[in-house]
């Protein structure tokens, strides 16, 4: 072979190496030059590393919507001329119909009103979609309210996890358990299983959302003094958790050491506040799925469900979706205040009405006509 034809070889097997890295897990080869951002003190190595053309398409695709011009708080109050209200009964009916026209537009705005109602009885409540989607309004308060440590008053609304469609994008069932046949294969706990999405095709073990996400397991596990002195901690343990550290940087689309200082993971006074922000999300996560998401397991008809007849469930990526804040901290909850305050129900409430119910759902269905989706 002369010089130009080895050279024409090296070149063809170089392109060939690339191909098929840029193909590896449908993950294109990203050329650089990314850009590198501090993020804690100088010599930490505390950096985030971004990549400008993955970054611009993922700012576009995390905008909120316009808000809806807001409406006027005076007139009867929805409990007194609906008859089936039983979570936003304080509000007048045209902030009623505001908020039935902003939770179409942020979760079924395809399928409209009928998603979750029988048009001939808007106050029946005889699709699962309304029953859940009445448990997802006090869930949306409840995160507002109660969680913010970790929302603040950026808070979230519908739309933080629809983002204009029914179910989420981002959501998690607890994985079967391993085919184990004979027993002399052993039981590989959930590891080194080839491509798993959850912990980004390592060979950790995937199923961590179902350790920490539903149930409370230990998260940190290092020993703290050099020599080993007691910690009974395994090292699959360790990695459980590094498939939890792998899911949370990726949801938020940082490195580690945006929440940790690398010479010492676990020690909380070398870490940014973000750490602690970090900590009371996995918390809400927790608190999210197993008082609201479970609590709905018989609502939800089993095409919904899991391989086991869970439900689908909650995790960081559902509200982040790759931002270090959802939407990149817009403030969309801050347009829905019937979203950021726990209103008590009152007994009986939403029983009110009576004669003028009919005219009285005609005139909202009719407020909303013209807007998206037309006619439904
Ligand atoms: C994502 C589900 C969902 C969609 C879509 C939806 N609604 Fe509702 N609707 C509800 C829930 C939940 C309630 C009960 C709220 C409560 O209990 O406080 C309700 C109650 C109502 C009521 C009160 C009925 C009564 O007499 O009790 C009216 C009227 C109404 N919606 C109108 C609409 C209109 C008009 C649209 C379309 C613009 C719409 N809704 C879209 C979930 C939805
Ligand atoms: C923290 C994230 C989160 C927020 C906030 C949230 N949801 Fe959901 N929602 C979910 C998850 C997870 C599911 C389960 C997905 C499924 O239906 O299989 C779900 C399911 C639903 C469904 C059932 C859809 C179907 O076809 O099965 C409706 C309706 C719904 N949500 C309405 C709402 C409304 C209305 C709001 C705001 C008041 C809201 N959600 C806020 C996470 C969220
Ligand atoms: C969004 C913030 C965040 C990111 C990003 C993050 N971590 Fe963590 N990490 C935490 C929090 C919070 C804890 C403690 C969890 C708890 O106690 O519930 C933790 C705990 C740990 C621990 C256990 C320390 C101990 O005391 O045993 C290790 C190891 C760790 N992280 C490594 C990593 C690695 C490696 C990455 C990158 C793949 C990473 N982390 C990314 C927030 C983060
Ligand atoms: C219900 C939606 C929701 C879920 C689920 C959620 N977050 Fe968040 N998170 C938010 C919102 C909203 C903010 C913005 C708060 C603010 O503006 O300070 C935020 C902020 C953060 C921040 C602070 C970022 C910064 O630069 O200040 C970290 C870190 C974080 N989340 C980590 C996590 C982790 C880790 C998980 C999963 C264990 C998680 N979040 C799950 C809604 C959510």
């Known amino acids: 072979?002369?010089?130009?034809?080895?050279?024409?070889?090296?070149?063809?097997?170089?392109?060939?190496?690339?191909?098929?890295?840029?193909?590896?897990?449908?993950?294109?080869?990203?050329?650089?030059?990314?850009?590198?951002?501090?993020?804690?003190?100088?010599?930490?190595?505390?950096?985030?590393?971004?990549?400008?053309?993955?970054?611009?398409?993922?700012?576009?695709?995390?905008?909120?919507?316009?808000?809806?011009?807001?409406?006027?708080?005076?007139?009867?109050?929805?409990?007194?001329?609906?008859q089936n209200v039983k979570v936003l009964g304080h509000l007048s009916t045209a902030e009623f119909v505001r908020h039935m026209t902003a939770i179409t537009a942020w979760v079924a705005p395809n399928?409209?009103?009928?998603?979750?109602?029988?048009?001939?009885?808007?106050?029946?409540?005889?699709?699962?979609?309304?029953?859940?989607?009445?448990?997802?309004?006090?869930?949306?308060?409840?995160?507002?309210?109660?969680?913010?440590?970790?929302?603040?008053?950026?808070g979230v609304t519908c739309y933080t996890c629809h983002r204009g469609q029914p179910v989420p994008s981002k959501i998690w069932f607890t994985a079967a358990p391993q085919k184990k046949g004979a027993d002399f294969i052993g039981n590989k706990n959930a590891q080194n299983t080839a491509d798993q999405e959850s912990v980004k095709g390592a060979s950790l073990p995937y199923d961590h959302y179902t350790e920490y996400f539903k149930e409370a397991k230990a998260i940190r596990v290092a020993g703290d003094?050099?020599?080993?002195?007691?910690?009974?901690?395994?090292?699959?343990?360790?990695?459980?958790?590094?498939?939890?550290?792998?899911?949370?940087?990726?949801?938020?689309?940082?490195?580690?050491?945006?929440?940790?200082?690398?010479?010492?993971?676990?020690?909380?006074?070398?870490?940014?506040?973000?750490?602690?922000?970090?900590?009371?999300?996995?918390r809400m996560v927790r608190d999210l799925n197993l008082e609201y998401m479970e609590d709905l397991t018989s609502v939800f008809p089993a095409e919904r469900k899991g391989v086991l007849g869970d439900v689908a469930?909650?995790?960081?990526?559902?509200?982040?979706?790759?931002?270090?804040?959802?939407?990149?901290?817009?403030?969309?909850?801050?347009?829905?205040?019937e979203l950021t305050t726990l209103v008590q129900v009152v007994a009986g409430a939403g029983a009110g009405g009576g004669a003028g119910d009919a005219k009285a759902v005609k005139a909202a269905a009719d407020a909303v006509a013209g807007a998206k989706p037309a006619g439904r």
């Open 1 to 82: 072979m002369n010089f130009m034809q080895r050279l024409a070889t090296g070149v063809a097997t170089l392109g060939a190496v690339l191909a098929l890295s840029g193909c590896e897990r449908g993950a294109p080869f990203e050329r650089p030059p990314v850009d590198s951002v501090q993020s804690g003190y100088r010599g930490t190595g505390m950096l985030q590393v971004y990549n400008p053309r993955i970054l611009e398409p993922q700012i576009e695709a995390n905008q909120p919507p316009a808000a809806l011009p807001p409406a006027p708080s005076e007139g009867p109050k929805a409990s007194q001329v609906y």
């Open 225 to 282: 003094t050099a020599l080993p002195t007691g910690n009974r901690s395994s090292i699959q343990q360790g990695e459980f958790t590094y498939g939890l550290m792998m899911h949370m940087s990726d949801s938020l689309g940082v490195n580690c050491t945006y929440c940790h200082n690398s010479r010492s993971f676990g020690d909380w006074s070398q870490s940014p506040p973000q750490r602690t922000t970090a900590w009371y999300g996995i």
């Open 313 to 337: 469930k909650v995790n960081c990526a559902t509200c982040h979706q790759g931002a270090y804040k959802p939407l990149y901290g817009a403030k969309m909850a801050k347009d829905h205040p």
């Open 111 to 154: 399928e409209g009103c009928v998603y979750c109602h029988n048009p001939a009885n808007f106050a029946e409540d005889s699709k699962y979609t309304k029953v859940v989607a009445r448990r997802m309004i006090q869930m949306t308060q409840h995160i507002n309210v109660d969680w913010q440590q970790h929302v603040s008053n950026t």
